[in-house]
Structures are given as structure tokens and as C-alpha cells.
């Protein structure tokens, strides 16, 4: 994919759009741009998200939990993807659903993102949000130059590890170059926002995921052994080695189970693993659940064995539920952040079989009173990420972008 071409193809959307009109065209658009721009900073009223879709995965669930929030105080939101999938988190019914494309057309990177950031700049001018805001790497320059030259502020979101999601001399460009023409930027940990340019930092805000306020209200009914996780079944999240791991678990507690909450293009290679290690009644694919909370209610222990995270969402619910978690120390420093100096001792070394083996071991080992107080200080971590506080932090930052 060469997004300098992407980039040209786009501007040249962008200025062809504009030059169309008559110079009194111009003029009126001029006029009709700073009466818009002055109304905004009075009052923002329309606010309009971007992702590709609202399936599996930890930011389609925080984009739609912050959709609902903007409604349901008072604010025109509209919800946007790509395309439409099979499954897809529940929408609040005061939010707005478009999409760029009914069903995802089948097209060469650069055709895709050429077509949807025409589409994308085609609603923006009828829509006229105040604001855009975007989640990942491709909605995020999709709606940098979907805006240009209209009034527009963009705030864009970084949600992955940026070394892996902007690797390369053209992922680079795209974080160095074209991010930060956003006129905010959300960050999750301050690892992920020191890897862009000042000029981006500088704007910037790092804003954890909030935890909806139901997982800390959640009565813990844990099964002996039941270790679970959540996530999709992608190679990021590093399933394989946490089944390897657990293999050499169960030699010493056969009556562990391990169960995975996720939709994703590794089922079968997972299950292939799973049926060829004699795991086939130890380990469980339940496939995706719009019940995260009751997944979690049965967990003596929550695993997050992922190489790279931004903000994982499934540790951060499961700390508020209070379940005992281990996590890999993965980059860009979310589970290190999230757990703090005092439950270091739950971070392994990623795609370390053996170090995770330990981890589950010693809870799997530890007295019930003992695992119950590692529960109530992980709960207590957890503190922070409640919705009042989160939401607002970003509501206030659009505000601020806005006005």
C-alpha cells in the first residue's frame, strides 16, 4: 500500500471539490464557514464518530459506549462505519447509524481508501458535524483528509501499540506526518503518545477507557480453576501461547478449565491446537458474548496473554468485576500502567509460556482469603476508569477542540 499515493488521490478529491464552485460560491462558503465556526464555539451541538466497524474488539466497544454518553447528554451523534458486519455491538437508539458502504466491497487498499474518504467527506459536508471524532490507524487519516478544507475540527484516537500499527517508512508518514493535522489526538498511555512529534503531543490528551458502571456492581461467583480471557482470536492476542501454557496448568490442576470470549480468523487453527493437545474438554472457543460481565462473574483468574495492547479493555473490566489477573507486560504499557507498582507481580514477559504458567500457578495455589484481597486492590485500581470520570474528561476535550 503506498499511502503517498492514498494522500495525493485524496487532496486532489479534496481541491477538485472545492475549485467546482464560482468565486461568489467561494465567497458564500467563506461566510457560511466562519458563521459555522463562531456557532461551534458557542455551542457544540453535532458530534460525529468514525471507526470501521462495531464488531469484536476493545475500541469498537469504547466508540459505542462514548456514542451513547454524547446522547444521552443532549448532543446530535452519529455513529459511522465502513461497512456493515454479521454481528456488531448493540447501538443506543438515540445514536445515528451510517455507513460508508452496506456491506465491505471487496477493492485494492489504495481503491478503498480513496472511495471511503470521498464517502466519509461527502456525509461530513452534509452532515456538518461539529466535530469528527476517529478510531485506528486508517479511519484516522481517512478523516484528517476527509476534512480538509472544511469546517470540520478532527480529533483522532490512537488505540494499538503506534510501533506495530504505524510500522514502516509509510506508517511513519501517516503518524508523523499526517496525524498531526488532527486538531486533537487521544492517547492511552504516555509510551504510545512519546512515540509521535511534539507538535502532536503537544495538543494531545491520554484518556484510559471507562469501564462501564455495571462490571462494579458485578457479585463475583468464581468456579475453582475457570480461567478465562477475552479478546479476538488474532495473533496479537497471543491465544496459542496461553493455551500452551495452560496445558502444563492442568498436568498439575485437572480440574482447571480455560475458557476464551472472542470471534476471530484463528478459530480453527486455535481448536486444531486445542483437539491435538487432548485439551478439547479443558478449553473452550465460546465465541463472541454481548455479556462480558457474566463471562467474567466465574473467573478465578482473568489471563491477558496479548504481545501488544493499547488500553486493554477485557483487563481493565475485569480488575472492576475484582478478579484475581495476570497480564503480559506488552507494549505500549497499558496493563503496566493499569495494575501500577503495587501488582507488578501479576506482569510476565510476553509469549512466555512458562512465566505465565507460574503466574496461574501461584493463584491457582494461593488461599481463597489471599486471592480475594489481590481482587479488592485490583477493583480499587479500578476506581479510575468509572464512566462519570472518563466521559467527561472526553466531552470536556471535545469541547475545548471545538471552542
Known amino acids: 500500500m503506498c499511502y503517498f499515493e492514498i494522500y495525493e ?3 486532489c478529491v479534496c481541491i477538485r471539490d472545492s475549485i467546482k464552485k464560482k468565486k461568489t460560491d467561494i465567497a458564500g462558503y467563506a461566510s ?3 458563521l459555522f465556526c463562531k456557532k461551534a464555539i458557542r455551542n457544540m451541538k453535532k458530534i460525529m464518530l468514525y471507526i470501521n466497524a462495531i464488531h469484536d ?3 469498537e466497544r469504547v466508540m459505542v459506549n462514548l456514542a451513547k454518553y454524547f446522547s444521552e447528554n443532549g448532543y446530535d451523534t452519529t455513529l459511522v462505519t465502513s461497512f456493515r458486519d454479521t454481528w456488531e455491538y448493540p447501538l443506543a437508539s438515540t445514536v445515528r447509524r451510517l455507513t460508508l458502504e452496506e456491506t465491505e466491497i471487496k477493492q485494492s487498499r489504495i481503491k478503498r481508501n480513496v472511495s471511503r474518504i470521498k464517502k466519509l467527506r461527502d456525509l461530513c459536508k452534509s452532515e456538518k458535524p461539529d466535530i469528527l471524532v476517529s478510531f485506528m490507524e486508517e479511519p484516522n487519516f481517512r478523516a484528517i483528509l476527509a476534512t480538509r478544507g472544511l ?7 490512537v488505540r494499538n501499540d503506534p510501533k506495530k500499527e504505524y510500522a514502516g517508512k509509510l506508517g511513519a508518514f501517516v503518524g508523523r506526518v499526517l496525524l498531526p493535522m488532527a486538531n486533537g489526538c487521544v492517547f492511552q498511555t504516555k509510551e504510545a503518545q512519546e512515540w509521535f512529534p511534539q507538535k502532536l503531543q503537544k495538543k494531545s ?5 471507562a469501564v462501564k458502571e455495571e462490571f462494579y456492581h458485578i457479585e463475583r461467583k468464581p468456579n475453582r480453576g475457570e480461567i478465562v480471557t477475552c479478546g479476538r ?5 497471543n491465544h496459542a501461547m496461553l493455551i500452551s501454557a495452560f496445558a502444563k496448568v492442568v498436568e498439575q490442576y485437572p480440574y482447571a478449565t480455560l475458557k476464551i470470549y472472542g470471534e476471530g480468523s484463528l478459530r480453527g487453527a486455535l481448536q486444531g491446537q486445542i483437539d491435538a ?4 474438554g479443558k478449553v473452550f472457543l465460546m465465541g463472541s458474548t454481548n455479556d462480558v460481565g457474566k463471562a467474567l462473574q ?5 489471563v491477558l496473554s496479548s504481545d501488544y495492547e493499547g488500553m486493554p479493555n477485557a483487563l481493565m473490566e475485569a480488575m472492576a468485576v475484582g478478579a484475581p489477573c495476570v497480564s503480559t507486560d506488552c507494549p505500549c504499557g497499558g496493563p503496566k500502567d493499569l495494575f501500577g507498582e503495587a501488582l507488578t507481580n501479576q506482569l510476565v514477559p510476553v509469549n512466555d509460556a512458562e512465566a505465565l504458567k507460574k503466574a496461574v500457578h501461584i493463584f491457582l495455589n494461593m488461599p481463597e482469603h489471599d486471592k480475594d484481597q489481590i481482587g479488592i486492590e485490583m477493583k480499587s485500581r479500578a476506581m479510575d476508569f468509572r464512566p462519570e470520570i472518563i466521559n467527561k474528561k472526553w466531552l470536556d476535550y471535545l469541547k475545548e477542540i471545538v471552542g
Open 233 to 237: 482470536l488474532t495473533e496479537q492476542k
Open 298 to 302: 466465574t473467573a478465578d483468574v482473568f
Open 205 to 209: 490528551r491520554i484518556i484510559y477507557n
Open 32 to 34: 457560511s464557514k466562519n
Open 9 to 11: 488521490r485524496a487532496f
Open 277 to 280: 493437545a487432548g485439551l478439547s
Open 57 to 59: 474488539g476493545g475500541a
Open 151 to 157: 469546517p470540520v475540527k478532527t480529533l483522532v484516537s
